[in-house]
């Protein structure tokens, strides 16, 4: 009895002591898991730090875009956007000459809207500022005959992410001119639909272009700016412009920018080149010696009907704001070509750019995507329409089209043509 008990005695002394070593062995064994987990946390956040700190680099010049883009107070955060933009944003710029100092130029996006032009126009600006302005919070003004609707206003406000100023055009400067003789612009308008011009009985189109050959650069709204941008109600801008177009022009001195150029209807532009050419014979003392007339001529020295697009223009004033451009732009005035006939913008800016600018003033501007009915810019390098994040097909694009002109602005310049893509459109 006395030996069992003691066995037993014995027994639950072993038991407990295994128990003891066992339980030793599990704190101990739960103190390694605790240590090894502690060096497993410890790698975790050196790699959540890593990763943080290169998310934030990418991140910062969005976050910009949200803090500072829209309250107008610009100063810090487009520093922060430059400075870190310069890392990577600039480079892909191919004609880059950009400073080192990042200030803006005094840029403007300028329109010219009738207030049943609004609801074209407002997808226009958005794709402006989606595309380029959110980067760059330019100014816009927006010009037009008439005040627009309060509700309207606030709208445009809300999309601007820089200054947005309305102005209004002066009645005597969009309006139908009261010494226009009515019979002949009437009998020029049935002429023109004969022969299919567009816009043959435009009204619109008559005071827009004269406004723009005659008045624009003078409005009171303008005087601060040295370059503008134009920007028409039906414009889609297709790709994105990562880099200052405006720094741009003035970093390379450039006086005039276009993005298209096209032959157009002899109707319309033979009158204007005959006054024109008058005008030249009359003041040749006038003429730039390092022009670029050969843009407007063919192979037999005549007149080949070729302008640039100036829905799409960036320029600067300079171009205007002087002398020369003041007594062509009257001249033409006196003559009322603008009613009654339809002598466009696009040619009187075309022509005053290739006979009076150093041919070096002037500035194509490529791998951007345009679209404006009937032509469509886009570029047909597969790796630019992805980099630029273009909403076109090269196939579309207009430039290197046999009906361009800018083909032969790049042999006049000597730059190297490229060759046309199989084409959708265009015949
Ligand atoms: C402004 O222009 C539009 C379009 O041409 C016209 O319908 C309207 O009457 C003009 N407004 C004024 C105040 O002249
Ligand atoms: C632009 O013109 C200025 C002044 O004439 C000159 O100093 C500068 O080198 C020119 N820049 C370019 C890129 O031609
Ligand atoms: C332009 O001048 C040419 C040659 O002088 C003439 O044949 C033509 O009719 C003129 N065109 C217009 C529209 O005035």
Redesign the pocket.
């Known amino acids: 009895m006395e030996d069992q008990i003691s066995k037993r005695n014995k027994e639950t002394r072993i038991m407990k002591e295994d128990i003891e070593k066992n339980d030793l062995s599990k704190d101990d064994k739960r103190n390694k898991i605790k240590r090894r987990g502690g060096m497993k946390k410890y790698q975790r956040w050196i790699i959540i730090l890593i990763s943080l700190s290169i998310s934030i680099f990418f991140v910062i010049p969005y976050i910009k875009t949200f803090t500072f883009g829209f309250n107008g107070k610009m100063e810090e955060g487009k520093r922060l956007h430059h400075w870190i933009g310069r890392g990577y944003k600039y480079q892909r710029v191919e004609d880059p000459i950009l400073n080192e100092d990042h200030d803006k130029a005094k840029g403007v996006l300028l329109s010219v809207v009738?207030?049943?032009e609004l609801n074209k126009f407002i997808r226009t600006m958005q794709t402006m500022e989606d595309s380029f302005n959110v980067n760059f919070n330019y100014d816009w003004l927006i010009l037009s005959?008439?005040t627009f609707h309060q509700r309207d206003l606030t709208t445009l406000r809300g999309l601007a992410s820089g200054k947005i100023q309305f102005g209004l055009i002066p009645e005597d400067e969009i309006?139908y001119p009261t010494n226009t003789d009515k019979k002949k612009m009437e009998k020029n308008m049935e002429k023109f639909v004969d022969k299919k011009v567009p816009f043959a009985k435009s009204?619109?189109m008559r005071q827009k272009n004269r406004y723009f050959s005659k008045f624009f650069y003078k409005h009171a709204l303008l005087q601060p700016y040295d370059y503008f941008w134009r920007v028409d109600p039906d414009a889609v801008i297709l790709c994105k412009i990562d880099y200052d177009v405006f720094r741009f022009m003035k970093d390379n001195n450039k006086t005039f920018g276009f993005i298209s150029g096209s032959h157009t209807y002899a109707e319309v532009v033979d009158g204007l080149w005959n006054v024109t050419s008058k005008f030249m014979n009359n003041h040749p003392q006038l003429i730039n010696k390092n022009n670029l007339i050969k843009f407007v001529k063919n192979d037999k020295d005549e007149f080949n009907r070729c302008q640039f697009l100036t829905n799409w223009e960036i320029a600067s004033f300079k171009m205007f704001r002087n002398d020369k451009y003041e007594a062509y732009s009257a001249y033409l005035e006196s003559l009322q070509g603008f009613f009654n006939e339809l002598w466009p913008d696009n040619m009187v800016h075309t022509l005053f750019a290739s006979i009076y600018l150093d041919r070096e003033e002037l500035y194509h501007f490529k791998n951007m995507g345009f679209d404006y009915n009937p032509f469509r810019i886009c570029p047909i390098e597969n790796e630019i329409l992805a980099r630029e994040r273009c909403g076109c097909f090269a196939t579309d694009d207009f430039t290197w089209h046999r009906l361009s002109c800018i083909p032969q602005y790049y042999e006049l310049m000597g730059l190297t043509k490229k060759a046309p893509v199989s084409h959708n459109n265009y015949g």
């Open positions: 009738f207030p049943h005959n008439e309006r009204m619109e």
